[in-house]
């Protein structure tokens, strides 16, 4: 069985900003000038799509489609599509270095993955003019990857496999059974199983759980156990071959797949 020689590691709410706040808090005052709102709950659904296409979801909803339409007295066009996503990079930009603090143990796990020979490549729902915020920013602070994938020039972002391809290709990665996606959204963990890697979400700091670090040290633990399962339940159901609390426990994961006696299915 081959073993894993690169991580292709997610940004925010894997990497970086922990509970993914930049872009939900962007989305919503995007949408919230046109005085037609969205949720945190609604955002956080599309999340991991490129930033575009998560404006076209969000405007695609039945309750926000219906409210744009009585409020303006047409249906939504690109236009609409396009004027939300440069109120949302606006916003986004105005904030986006500050939302590039390492989730707790990321950059300690990384180092001692590199220094393990495991290349670290990553992508993304950001732009490249976005990650060229988040990239000088969060190497300041001490987390740093091999190489970074946006979605910009490629057919499509996630789901789709292209951003992990090109990983592989950058990197010199020969087989997909030597690469382990590791991802904080349902778009991660789809992203990962259409490229045919090892795929494994992260539940704490997740988009997917939605909680800053001081909300989930706050939840009664019968509570926090309940939402984290529910994550879990999700990312396994959209095909993760694992999920985990936190990026501390992905080095015991590899070592579980590199020593696997028969290929995974």
């Known amino acids: 069985m081959k073993k894993i020689e690169c991580i292709i590691m997610d940004w925010a709410g894997t990497a970086v900003d922990y509970g993914c706040f930049a872009p939900v808090a962007a989305f919503i005052e995007s949408f919230k000038a046109i005085g037609t ?18 404006i076209r979801a969000l405007f695609n909803i039945d309750r926000i489609k219906n ?26 930009f105005a904030s986006l270095e500050d939302y590039t603090t390492p989730i707790p143990g990321v950059a ?13 490549g990553s992508t993304t729902g950001y732009t490249r003019a976005m990650m060229d ?15 970074c994938v946006t979605p910009d020039g490629l057919p499509a972002g996630r789901p789709a496999p292209y951003m992990i391809y090109r990983n592989m290709t950058e990197l010199a990665v020969p087989s997909v059974d030597c690469v382990l996606k590791f991802g904080d959204t349902i778009a ?22 939605g909680l800053t670090q001081e909300e989930v040290n706050a939840l009664p633990a019968t509570e926090l156990a309940a939402r984290k399962q529910d994550v879990r339940d999700r990312m396994l159901a959209a095909g993760a ?11 015991a994961v590899i070592e579980e797949i590199n020593n696997f006696k028969i290929p995974r299915i």
Request: net charge negative; no cysteine; proline share 4%.
């Open 133 to 147: 915020v988040v990239l000088p920013a969060a190497a300041a602070r001490g987390y740093i990857v091999d190489n």
């Open 188 to 209: 991660d963990i789809k992203e990962g199983v259409n490229a045919k890697v090892w795929t494994v979400g992260v539940v704490l700091g997740s988009n997917e759980l």
């Open 108 to 120: 300690e796990t990384i180092a001692a993955l590199r220094a393990q020979g495991i290349k670290v």
């Open 241 to 251: 071959h694992y999920v985990v609390d936190s990026i501390e426990e992905l080095p």
């Open 67 to 92: 409210e744009f339409e009585a409020k303006y007295g047409r249906p939504y066009n690109e236009d609409d599509v396009q004027a939300r996503y440069a109120e949302f990079q606006r916003v986004l």
């Open 37 to 54: 709102p969205v949720t945190a709950a609604e955002t956080r659904a599309h999340m991991g799509l490129t930033k575009i296409e998560e």
